[in-house]
């Protein structure tokens, strides 16, 4: 059902993380509908989770689907723990999952039923750490063992604090970088600052394997969210009007360096519709690791198809059934997930050792030419094998 907000009286501009902090903090507490969608979880993980996690959880989607078994994920706002405890069933005991939230009500709530959830597993792959998730170099549980000795009473004492954050980012970050398989978060990025979302991404990606994955479960919208609308805490906790508009979550991805972007579920009918702007739930994933040199090894892929063609998201452009020049670090990306299905790797005729290749321009788009790349000896027609008698395209002789 579509309705109408009116404008905020207030002029002052909403604090966004005291209005989300007051939100959740009494939504651990009490369950509140209204802050998720209906999802679909399997129900055999749903087992073992105690029913006041379950009341508590605050969704849209169910990124655990997309983790694998012996995976170290990452889920960012984990809340009350839920999607932690999903994917700590589909890791197993050779994966490890990390919740991180910066709610104290709903790490506890997390916390105290770590252990026999555990227990009932069988091993203890899950744990939660308190910090927010556009900064995730910062282990807020240390800081507040500091401040604990180190009360601030003056500014003096605020600088001092400072400083200890900054030490604490350094040595002793809260995610490490290149640390994590997949990272998943379960409708949380919309309740960040917009001035905190280039921060947030960029964390993201810091702190993902090369080759890991970002999957993310998010509100979006279809039409940019006006200014009256986004001052309004009920709307921002709700996880309404700081949503996304659908284009731009995907450009984040973009501008943050990931690769192989793509919507894998989206909500057909909207969750919400406020001033005629529908809200939706969005399942995005998206790749780390095309940073580094490009370097010609005489390489080639042809794009199977079905499109005429197709440009990556470093400009390379893929003409359905040419054999396209690659670099190397671009020939090993389309040979993994999620372009392995739709190339066809083309090796050179002879190996060039990474140490003696040369520089590659990505952006020339040029074929590569059959000779490089042909990996088998020529034959004349007198050196051909010769056939036995009955032998053609099978059994039972020539087609």
């Not at 889920?75 to 069933?89: E, N, P, R, T």
């Not at 500014?155 to 001092?160: A, H, P």
């Not at 739930?281 to 794009?303: E, H, N, W």
């Not at 990474?354 to 042909?374: G, M, V, Y």
Request: overall charge negative; proline content about 5%.
């Amino acid at each position: 059902m579509s309705q109408t907000i009116p404008d905020s009286p207030n002029t002052a501009p909403l604090n966004v993380e005291a209005a989300v902090r007051a939100r959740y903090g009494a939504a651990a507490e009490a369950a509140e509908p209204q802050l998720c969608c209906a999802v679909d979880y399997n129900a055999e993980y749903l087992k073992i989770i105690p029913q006041e996690i379950i009341d508590r959880d605050y969704g849209c989607g169910d990124p655990s689907r997309h983790v694998q078994t012996g995976e170290t994920v990452l889920d960012l706002g984990s809340g009350g723990g839920k999607i932690c405890y999903i994917a700590s069933q589909v890791v197993g005991p050779t994966g490890r999952v990390i919740g991180v939230d910066c709610n104290d009500t709903m790490l506890d709530l997390a916390r105290r039923h770590r252990k026999p959830i555990g227990d009932t597993l069988g091993y203890h792959n899950v744990e939660f750490r308190k910090g927010r998730i556009q900064d995730l170099q910062l282990n807020l549980d240390l800081l507040d063992d500091h401040l604990k000795s180190h009360q601030v009473n003056s500014s003096s004492d605020w600088l001092e604090a400072q400083e200890q954050a900054q030490h604490l980012r350094e040595t002793a970050p809260l995610i490490d970088d290149d640390s994590i398989d997949v990272v998943v978060s379960n409708c949380v990025l919309n309740l960040v600052r917009n001035e905190d979302r280039r921060q947030l991404f960029a964390e993201i990606h810091r702190v993902l394997r090369r080759g890991g994955r970002a999957v993310i479960s998010d509100i979006v919208s279809d039409e940019t969210v006006p200014e009256h609308l986004k001052q309004d805490p009920e709307l921002w906790s709700g996880c309404l009007s700081g949503a996304f508009r659908e284009d731009e979550f995907l450009e984040a991805f973009e501008q943050a360096g990931f690769y192989g972007i793509e919507i894998i579920e989206r909500q057909q009918a909207p969750w919400r519709v406020i001033e005629g702007i529908e809200f939706r739930s969005l399942t995005v994933r998206a790749f780390q690791g095309k940073a580094g040199p490009c370097l010609d090894r005489q390489q080639a892929v042809i794009y199977n198809g079905p499109w005429k063609m197709v440009v990556d998201d470093d400009g390379n452009t893929l003409h359905r059934g040419k054999r396209m020049a690659v670099c190397d670090k671009t020939f090993h990306i389309y040979n993994q997930s999620p372009y392995a299905d739709q190339c066809t790797a083309i090796e050179p005729q002879v190996e060039i050792p990474l140490d003696e290749a040369t520089a590659f321009d990505c952006c020339q788009n040029e074929l590569r030419a059959p000779s490089d790349t042909k990996n088998a000896p020529d034959n004349s027609l007198g050196s051909l094998p010769q056939l036995q008698d009955g032998d053609c395209c099978g059994p039972t002789g020539c087609c």
